[in-house]
């Protein structure tokens, strides 16, 4: 009984691996979503200098990974295109009959989603904070006036540099949740990127600092990106830890609604 | 010859006038029957009000200022001073004054300007300026004025020299005319002299008091025949910003400045006529015993004029709770995400059922296509934005006066701008999203970068870890500068003050706007370029 079970959950786990493989954009997506984090990256830490004498409130850390914000609308697109190039193109119909325990294929796109998605965060995280290893310490952000030089043996930065490549994977999963549920490949992007850019829009200009906080404590980019500080953690709305919780909330909120939807409707 | 080549002409000119608006009506009846898109389009609009009135919205304030019960919403709102124009002002400062009546002059000599500031909460045994710093404020200023009464924001025409920025002419709240730079002290002693005749008003300055130089002639019209006249001497709060992080940390407190003059002589007043010493306005900056601080001495010749506040306008986030209109507009965002999905689908949605090889038979000339959807699409997204923002912007700034804020006002050219510029730009990024989808077909790809260009850039200039340099460069050159056009209230040189996104940009409203709008002219030629060399 045991045995067909396992194989037929490795054998969607090829088919969709092949499907994500052969598919054009998938190599070219994950390469622009490197590209875009370490240059984005790059030019946020080149732009920031510490003026000698002035007190720099900067999180060197989290400084270093601001493309992960860009980067992740690319991740966005690649989740998204997992699920949805199915429906427009009807393959849909083939993968389920093939496979007709549907939240096995939603597993199994998630397990091949994932994995990628992971190799090229960290590619992208370590080139990220590599160009701040390299570019802060001659802008001013010298160990002398308390900025010690990026490194993954600190506690902070490591938890920081790991966290950002959690996030990127969570907003892959998330992506392919909601595009589950809504089909539509721009739909779907839509509403990802309305979920992880609204939140900090409104909180910023929000009239009371109490809704600012809690804006800020649910939303999934927000809350998601808290796990990027390595200082005044005090300030924080959330704890690092808390605030990815916050954003794997969402995310198995969306892969559960996903499921459910791939079992309800008719593909 | 000529004739044949003509003959065509008259009767290809309105079969092709006829031929774009079919393609239009096509169009237009494309996006009308799905159903989808309408309703997607409605939920745009009311997500933007939604959105806009609860990011606006706060609970009512209360308070117990004045005499009776305690208060809540409206009531709150202190009564804000609005100058000539109309706009909100600070008028606060200690004047030593006589009644003018008609013509007059008034020249002092300055030799000094000297200032206090920080501190002031020491035990009242301590004195009121215990634990206060010297120094001047760039903008304390000490000076002669003629003022049209003592109610705040009377018009005025004054020359003042201030803390750093030189000898100024200043009239009105909102103008300011530089004159001799540099700074005042005995040894280099500044002359100051104002001439009223009838409603004008010109200011001179001079180092030596023998050579005088114009600095300005100005009208204040209105003018009443008898007008105050006299020294004063002001300081603004004492503000230290950290340019570093959009100046969002910061230490606020109070300040005084003290100017001495001498070498006074008024002509055009009563003879002999003693000086009156008023305080305006009601800037207590060193709480309750700024009273006993604010004064004047006047021994032999000479006077020494001590004062707190500012005669200058008024900018959003000083003193109570207070908004400005595009407040309430943030909305946009929201409205910004779905109208971009849907300009997207409209072109993708031909690729994916194959309708685009019918559509371009039907219409060969394929820049008239987009120009069609372009139109159709831009058109009901700005129909559909302005509707919203005028819902938005009325409600809101009406919730928020009931609940005790200060809305800044602005003129109705402002408000148009501010409100049709919103909906313009929500409609020029659906055109970009538009082009993009042309260039791209893939919806999700090309989503993703219109909303990423407009949208992302923001949110590192305003919400973001991006230092204010970085944030400024990327409100310029990205088209998040667009968001421009919602600045409703001016940024003022005389006035220090963080001035930061989202209240101030770096680019001027249509700077801003047209920056957008570059951005799209662009896509939109390249779209044009490749759907005319791709096979479909």
């Known amino acids: 009984m045991t045995a067909p079970k396992s194989r037929a959950a490795s054998t969607t786990l090829r088919a969709e691996w092949t499907k994500l493989r052969t598919a054009p954009g998938t190599i070219w997506l994950l390469a622009a979503a490197i590209v875009l984090t370490v240059a984005v990256s790059t030019a946020a830490t080149a732009a920031t200098r510490c003026p000698a004498g002035a007190a720099c409130p900067v999180d060197p850390a989290r400084l270093s990974l601001t493309g992960v914000e860009f980067g992740q609308a690319v991740v966005a697109i690649l989740a998204v295109l997992a699920i949805s190039t199915e429906y427009t193109t009807g393959m849909i119909r083939t993968t389920l009959a093939a496979m007709p325990r549907r939240a096995a294929v939603l597993a199994a796109k998630a397990v091949v989603t994932t994995g990628p998605v992971l190799a090229a965060a960290a590619v992208a995280v370590a080139g990220s904070l590599l160009a701040g290893r390299l570019i802060l310490p001659g802008h001013g952000f010298t160990t002398a006036r308390g900025f010690p030089l990026l490194s993954l043996a600190d506690g902070p930065v490591l938890r920081?540099?790991?966290?950002?490549?959690?996030?990127?994977?969570?907003?892959?999963?998330?992506?392919?949740?909601?595009?589950?549920?809504?089909?539509?490949?721009?739909?779907?992007?839509?509403?990802?990127?309305?979920?992880?850019?609204?939140?900090?829009?409104?909180?910023?200009?929000?009239?009371?600092?109490?809704?600012?906080?809690?804006?800020?404590?649910?939303?999934?980019?927000?809350?998601?990106?808290?796990?990027?500080?390595?200082?005044?953690?005090?300030?924080?709305?959330?704890?690092?830890?808390?605030?990815?919780?916050?954003?794997?909330?969402?995310?198995?909120?969306?892969?559960?609604?996903?499921?459910?939807?791939?079992?309800?409707?008719?593909? | 010859m000529t004739a044949t080549m003509a003959r065509p002409r008259p009767g290809r000119r309105p079969e092709e006038h006829d031929g774009f608006g079919r393609i239009l009506r096509a169009e237009w009846t494309k996006f009308r029957t799905v159903r989808g898109w309408v309703i997607a389009t409605v939920i745009a609009a009311v997500l933007m009000d939604l959105v806009g009135l609860f990011a606006g919205g706060q609970s009512n304030i209360s308070c117990n200022n004045g005499p009776g019960p305690a208060k809540t919403g409206a009531a709150c709102i202190p009564p804000v001073p609005l100058g000539p124009g109309g706009e909100p002002v600070t008028d606060s400062f200690y004047f030593v004054r006589q009644p003018l009546a008609g013509h007059g002059t008034i020249t002092v000599r300055v030799t000094s300007l000297t200032g206090r500031y920080g501190g002031g909460f020491g035990p009242a045994n301590q004195g009121p300026v215990a634990g206060s710093k010297i120094g001047v404020q760039p903008w304390s200023k000490a000076g002669i004025i003629i003022k049209q009464s003592t109610r705040e924001g009377s018009a005025y025409a004054a020359m003042v020299v201030t803390g750093t920025q030189g000898v100024r002419m200043q009239y009105d709240f909102t103008h300011d005319i530089a004159g001799l730079p540099g700074a005042v002290s005995a040894r280099s002693p500044r002359w100051l002299r104002l001439t009223r005749s009838g409603d004008t008003i010109t200011g001179y300055d001079s180092a030596d008091g023998s050579h005088w130089d114009k600095v300005a002639t100005v009208t204040l019209a209105g003018l009443p025949a008898t007008a105050s006249i006299g020294l004063f001497a002001t300081s603004p709060a004492y503000q230290s910003l950290s340019q570093f992080l959009g100046g969002t940390t910061g230490q606020v407190g109070p300040s005084l400045a003290t100017g001495v003059f001498d070498h006074v002589s008024l002509s055009g007043g009563r003879p002999g006529a003693p000086w009156a010493g008023d305080d305006v306005g009601n800037q207590d900056a060193f709480g309750p015993q700024t009273g006993q601080l604010e004064t004047f001495r006047q021994a032999g010749g000479r006077f020494t004029v001590t004062g707190s506040g500012d005669i200058a306008p008024q900018v959003p986030g000083g003193g109570g709770p207070s908004s400005t209109i595009e407040d309430h507009l943030s909305g946009a965002f929201a409205a910004l995400i779905v109208m971009v999905v849907i300009g997207a689908m409209f072109m993708t949605a031909e690729y994916r059922r194959g309708l685009i090889r019918t559509t371009l038979a039907a219409a060969p000339r394929r820049g008239r296509v987009l120009a069609a959807k372009a139109i159709v699409i831009a058109s009901v997204t700005f129909a559909a934005g302005l509707i919203a923002a005028v819902v938005a912007v009325a409600v809101g700034v009406r919730l928020s006066r009931d609940q005790g804020t200060f809305v800044f006002p602005v003129s109705w050219l402002t408000w148009l701008r501010v409100v049709a510029g919103t909906a313009a730009l929500l409609a020029v990024a659906t055109v970009l999203a538009l082009a993009l989808a042309t260039m791209l077909r893939r919806s999700a790809a090309a989503v993703t970068a219109a909303i990423v260009v407009i949208v992302l850039p923001f949110i590192l200039g305003v919400a973001e870890v991006l230092p204010s340099g970085a944030a400024e460069w990327l409100l310029r050159v990205t088209p998040a500068a667009a968001f421009a056009i919602q600045q409703s209230v001016p940024a003022y040189p005389q006035v220090t003050a963080s001035y930061t996104p989202p209240t101030y940009f770096p680019l001027s409203p249509w700077a801003g706007f047209g920056v957008l709008c570059g951005y799209t002219a662009l896509a939109l030629g390249l779209a044009v370029f490749l759907l005319r060399r791709r096979d479909a």
């Open chain 1, 160 to 267: 920081a540099a790991a966290g950002s490549v959690l996030y990127l994977a969570l907003i892959a999963l998330l992506s392919l949740g909601v595009a589950t549920v809504v089909r539509d490949p721009a739909v779907a992007i839509g509403i990802v990127l309305g979920l992880l850019y609204l939140f900090p829009i409104v909180a910023a200009v929000a009239a009371s600092a109490d809704w600012q906080r809690h804006l800020e404590q649910i939303g999934p980019m927000t809350a998601g990106l808290d796990i990027e500080a390595t200082t005044g953690l005090r300030g924080l709305p959330l704890s690092p830890w808390a605030g990815l919780g916050v954003l794997a909330a969402w995310t198995a909120a969306a892969l559960l609604a996903g499921g459910l939807a791939l079992r309800l409707r008719d593909a």
